[in-house]
């Protein structure tokens, strides 16, 4: 776990790339995804919802 912008996340951080991936559970069907790369002026983002 992490703190990102405040709020506390699961966290993957890559051995070998300078990556690290974060995820927030919205609600009970949703997930929100954010992919850090050293570097890049900006986040990647990702929402995964079930059905």
Excluded at 10 to 37: C, E, H, L, N, P
Aim: aromatic share 10%; hydrophobic share 30%.
């Amino acid at each position: 776990m992490q703190d990102f912008e405040g709020i506390r996340s699961a966290a993957m951080v890559y051995d070998q790339q300078r990556i690290t991936d974060r995820y927030r559970r919205i609600d009970d069907a949703t997930i929100f995804g954010m992919k850090s790369v050293q570097g890049s002026p900006r986040p990647y983002s990702s929402l995964t919802r079930q059905e």
